[in-house]
């Protein structure tokens, strides 16, 4: 076969050129649109802009070494991020590895098992999870999931885990595991509503296809469906994991807030978003402000290119379509 | 053989039942947290406590009569500068975003969707508070609908383009101006969604926190000014779920219970305009 010449493709006309600048009335109304909606470009550069140069004396200072040194001491003006780097990435994941499990759960129960009268209904509350507000969640976590963890989940934990270093010393409370259960419970509703929309796209005839050749309903959703729509789902769990590397307020509440790298999940820990949640309006000098800034700069990067991947991933599979702007 | 097909058959109902415990488990999440709020939060809600201040720590007593209102006029004010710039931009993307400039519009609105909203507050700060010296609720306000108008771009684009286009076509050939085809005629058609997404938009930034925290600060007392620190509901809660008193615990429910009525009001109102849907037989 020969390969077929590849023209670049000219894009498309605006449907309606030839009419532009016939009407007063058009002009000034593409105009104003055009100019509300070139805001949002120019509040992304004065968004980056702003946090760069307010950053600058702390970038400029520490170089590299803030993102790998662990000493956070404002009296001596030493700045070093890696304990809310890894308590940022520590509690994410560890909301994942909860999170992850349950919506899939969700979303596969409400796609191919739920009876149909029930699948609005639940789709529902498990999205309305996601109207709760961050602080609301955070004072349930205070005052609920904490006791409750430290009397019927931790306990039974150690007795199980208690070799390993991940559930070592003393539970007081405030933790990584705190800050990681109520994450997962926070970024369920989102992954649950995209996974949901991901496999509501795979074609009917994968179903029937597997079923046909007799597998039972699971073994069809395992080896048809699920697979069919992997890249997405794949998507929407990094999408999850974007909301919950940036969520600031409940993770501020029950985490712990302590500049320490621990393997155990029963210490405190700290993320980012806390760092400067709880020291933003304590810094008294202009370096302290500015490597807050710089843990600022760093965590919107790792949002951008965490939920660029997801978008990218979702795309794949549903193209055009805009999956997931429901789920907010 | 016979066993093999037992196993799968096995493994078939308990993986059923699995993902069903584990939906159950999603909902439970739901059911415990609003329990848990109206349990520990109802018996504080009377009549003082809606149209009274708080009181100093220590004495019994007061109300959040200052963060509702706050909230109102913050978020009130976050709509104003926030839904004609979404609203005009999703048209934008939906009327004429098929060009550059609509891409990478498309593109800012979903990178400034997934930015945490603690960056944006910060955003605010250098913006706002920095130069002018002194928090405020307008930097609140701002902040919050820094946040509110990628989103409600983006949905509002969704919502226009359901249009079909054969409405637009038919106004065009009547010899309606283009601009006045795309207000009257488009975005009237789409209304309930626009609506629907500018609720949804308001729900998402009233139970916000972290971008007010270093803008409109919060404030023990009664204000309306806007140029002044003020308190809002979600601010007040995480005072008191944060702070060493006894009584503040009792308060924070309540006033959790207040800001998730809130919020589950727009979350209903939207649902609500969404199911009356666009007429004229438009998708949805």
């Given at each position: 076969?020969?390969?077929l010449p590849i023209?670049?493709?000219?894009?498309?006309e605006?449907?309606?050129?030839a009419?532009?600048?016939?009407n007063?009335?058009?002009?000034i109304?593409?105009?104003?649109?055009?100019?509300l909606?070139?805001?949002?470009?120019l509040l992304?550069?004065?968004l980056?802009g702003?946090?760069?140069?307010?950053?600058w004396?702390?970038i400029r200072r520490f170089?590299p070494h803030?993102?790998?040194?662990?000493v956070?001491?404002p009296?001596?003006g030493?700045?070093g991020?890696?304990?809310?780097?890894?308590?940022t990435i520590a509690?994410?994941l560890?909301a994942?590895?909860i999170?992850?499990p349950?919506?899939?759960?969700v979303a596969?129960?409400?796609?191919?098992?739920?009876?149909?009268?029930?699948?609005?209904?639940?789709a529902f509350?498990v999205?309305?999870l996601?109207a709760?507000?961050?602080?609301?969640y955070g004072?349930w976590g205070?005052?609920v999931l904490?006791?409750f963890l430290?009397?019927?989940?931790v306990p039974?934990l150690r007795?199980?885990l208690g070799?390993?270093p991940?559930?070592?010393?003393v539970f007081?409370g405030?933790s990584?595991?705190?800050g990681g259960v109520?994450?997962?419970?926070?970024?369920v509703?989102?992954i649950a509503?995209?996974?949901?929309?991901?496999l509501l796209?795979?074609?009917g005839s994968q179903?029937?296809a597997?079923?046909?050749?007799?597998a039972?309903?699971?073994e069809?959703?395992w080896t048809?469906v699920?697979?069919y729509?992997r890249?997405g789902?794949?998507g929407?769990?990094?999408?999850?994991?974007?909301?919950?590397l940036g969520?600031?307020m409940?993770?501020?509440?029950l985490i712990?807030?302590?500049?320490?790298?621990g393997?155990?999940v029963l210490q405190?820990?700290?993320?980012?978003a806390?760092?400067?949640?709880n020291?933003?309006?304590?810094?008294t000098?202009?370096?302290y402000?500015s490597?807050?800034?710089?843990?600022?700069?760093?965590?919107?990067v790792i949002t951008?290119v965490?939920?660029?991947?997801a978008r990218l991933?979702i795309w794949q599979v549903?193209?055009?379509t805009a999956?997931?702007s429901?789920?907010? | 053989?016979?066993?093999?097909r037992?196993?799968?058959?096995v493994v078939?109902g308990?993986m059923t039942?699995?993902v069903g415990v584990?939906?159950?488990?999603?909902?439970?999440a739901?059911?415990l947290i609003l329990g848990?709020?109206?349990?520990k939060?109802?018996?504080?809600?009377?009549?003082?406590f809606?149209?009274k201040n708080?009181?100093?720590?220590g004495?019994?007593?007061?109300?959040?009569a200052?963060?509702i209102v706050?909230?109102g006029i913050?978020v009130g004010?976050?709509c104003?500068?926030?839904l004609?710039v979404?609203?005009?931009?999703?048209?934008?993307?939906?009327e004429?975003g098929?060009g550059r400039?609509?891409?990478i519009?498309?593109?800012?609105?979903?990178?400034?969707n997934?930015?945490?909203s603690?960056?944006?507050?910060?955003?605010?700060?250098?913006?706002?508070?920095?130069?002018m010296?002194h928090?405020?609720?307008?930097?609140?306000?701002?902040a919050l609908?820094?946040?509110?108008v990628p989103m409600?771009a983006?949905?509002?684009?969704?919502m226009?383009r359901?249009?079909?286009?054969?409405?637009r076509e038919a106004?065009?050939?009547?010899?309606y101006p283009?601009?006045?085809?795309?207000?009257?005629?488009?975005a009237?058609?789409?209304?309930?969604g626009i609506?629907?997404?500018s609720?949804?938009?308001?729900?998402r930034i009233?139970?916000?926190?972290?971008p007010?925290?270093f803008t409109a600060?919060g404030?023990?007392n009664?204000t309306?000014?806007?140029?002044?620190?003020?308190?809002?509901l979600?601010?007040?809660i995480?005072t008191?779920?944060?702070?060493?008193?006894?009584?503040?615990?009792?308060?924070?429910?309540?006033?959790a219970i207040?800001?998730?009525g809130?919020v589950?009001l727009?979350?209903?109102?939207?649902?609500?305009?969404?199911?009356?849907g666009p007429?004229?037989g438009a998708?949805?």
């Amino acid at each position: 076969m020969t390969a077929l010449p590849i023209e670049p493709v000219p894009a498309p006309e605006p449907r309606w050129r030839a009419l532009r600048g016939v009407n007063a009335g058009d002009r000034i109304y593409r105009g104003t649109l055009t100019v509300l909606a070139v805001t949002l470009p120019l509040l992304l550069l004065a968004l980056v802009g702003e946090l760069v140069v307010s950053a600058w004396p702390a970038i400029r200072r520490f170089g590299p070494h803030f993102l790998w040194t662990s000493v956070w001491d404002p009296v001596a003006g030493v700045f070093g991020a890696a304990p809310m780097i890894f308590g940022t990435i520590a509690s994410s994941l560890l909301a994942l590895v909860i999170a992850v499990p349950l919506s899939l759960g969700v979303a596969i129960f409400l796609t191919e098992f739920a009876p149909k009268r029930v699948r609005q209904p639940i789709a529902f509350l498990v999205e309305l999870l996601a109207a709760i507000p961050s602080v609301v969640y955070g004072l349930w976590g205070v005052f609920v999931l904490i006791p409750f963890l430290r009397a019927q989940v931790v306990p039974p934990l150690r007795v199980v885990l208690g070799w390993t270093p991940f559930f070592d010393g003393v539970f007081y409370g405030n933790s990584l595991l705190a800050g990681g259960v109520i994450l997962a419970i926070m970024i369920v509703p989102y992954i649950a509503a995209v996974s949901r929309e991901v496999l509501l796209a795979v074609p009917g005839s994968q179903r029937e296809a597997a079923l046909g050749m007799g597998a039972t309903r699971w073994e069809a959703v395992w080896t048809a469906v699920v697979p069919y729509g992997r890249a997405g789902l794949i998507g929407a769990i990094i999408l999850g994991l974007g909301r919950a590397l940036g969520e600031t307020m409940a993770v501020t509440m029950l985490i712990g807030n302590r500049h320490d790298i621990g393997l155990s999940v029963l210490q405190p820990a700290y993320t980012m978003a806390a760092a400067i949640a709880n020291e933003f309006s304590e810094a008294t000098t202009n370096l302290y402000l500015s490597a807050l800034f710089e843990v600022g700069l760093l965590l919107f990067v790792i949002t951008v290119v965490v939920n660029a991947l997801a978008r990218l991933l979702i795309w794949q599979v549903a193209r055009g379509t805009a999956v997931g702007s429901r789920a907010l | 053989m016979n066993a093999r097909r037992v196993r799968r058959r096995v493994v078939n109902g308990m993986m059923t039942g699995l993902v069903g415990v584990l939906s159950f488990l999603a909902v439970l999440a739901l059911v415990l947290i609003l329990g848990n709020l109206v349990v520990k939060g109802a018996s504080s809600l009377d009549w003082n406590f809606f149209v009274k201040n708080p009181v100093p720590a220590g004495e019994s007593g007061g109300g959040v009569a200052n963060a509702i209102v706050g909230t109102g006029i913050i978020v009130g004010l976050a709509c104003l500068i926030g839904l004609p710039v979404g609203i005009g931009a999703g048209l934008y993307l939906a009327e004429f975003g098929s060009g550059r400039l609509g891409w990478i519009v498309r593109f800012v609105a979903d990178v400034l969707n997934g930015t945490p909203s603690i960056v944006v507050g910060i955003f605010a700060w250098t913006w706002l508070v920095k130069p002018m010296g002194h928090f405020s609720a307008l930097a609140g306000s701002v902040a919050l609908a820094i946040l509110m108008v990628p989103m409600l771009a983006r949905t509002t684009e969704e919502m226009v383009r359901l249009v079909p286009h054969s409405l637009r076509e038919a106004a065009l050939a009547l010899g309606y101006p283009r601009w006045r085809t795309s207000l009257r005629i488009v975005a009237r058609t789409a209304l309930a969604g626009i609506v629907t997404s500018s609720l949804v938009g308001v729900a998402r930034i009233a139970g916000e926190t972290a971008p007010l925290l270093f803008t409109a600060l919060g404030n023990l007392n009664f204000t309306t000014h806007i140029l002044e620190p003020m308190q809002a509901l979600s601010l007040q809660i995480y005072t008191y779920a944060t702070g060493p008193f006894d009584e503040w615990p009792r308060l924070a429910w309540a006033a959790a219970i207040v800001l998730m009525g809130l919020v589950l009001l727009l979350a209903v109102a939207a649902r609500s305009a969404i199911r009356q849907g666009p007429p004229h037989g438009a998708a949805r």
